[in-house]
């Protein structure tokens, strides 16, 4: 198991940006497939971002390409998500998750079994 911590949420008007971060510890964070996901109030929890763990390919939902980036340090044990342009509808809390050795394109709550308690982004208008 790893262990995961969110942080970087806060206040920020629309067509600005935030950098959360994901740090992990307990495990080598290297050998896990790494998402972002969101729930916004009265909404389901869904896919953001993923980083596979093997090379480092990169998926983004539709409604963030192009505004997001989803990176990894594995050298800090960390995963980070620079959001730019950001809207009023990216406010929900985020959350990270991790599954060990997980699949490229890893995009559904299932699919992993480590969980970050998120951090709150909300945007101005």
């Known amino acids: 198991q790893v262990q995961l911590v969110e942080s970087g949420g806060g206040l920020v008007q629309a067509g600005g940006s935030l950098r959360l971060s994901c740090a992990a510890s307990?495990?080598?964070?290297?050998?896990?497939?790494v998402g972002w996901f969101r729930q916004a109030p009265g909404k389901e929890r869904e896919f953001v971002a993923g980083v596979y763990w093997s090379g480092g390919s990169t998926t983004y939902a539709d409604s963030v390409k192009g505004r997001f980036t989803i990176s990894r340090d594995n050298a800090k044990n960390t995963v980070y998500l620079q959001m730019n342009s950001l809207k009023p509808e990216d406010t929900a809390n985020y959350y990270c998750?991790?599954?060990?050795?997980?699949?490229?394109?890893?995009?559904?709550?299932?699919?992993?079994?480590?969980w970050g308690q998120g951090t709150q982004v909300t945007v101005s208008s």
């Open positions: 307990g495990r080598t964070f290297s050998t896990y497939t």
């Open positions: 998750a991790a599954r060990l050795y997980g699949r490229r394109n890893l995009q559904y709550e299932y699919e992993y079994d480590n």
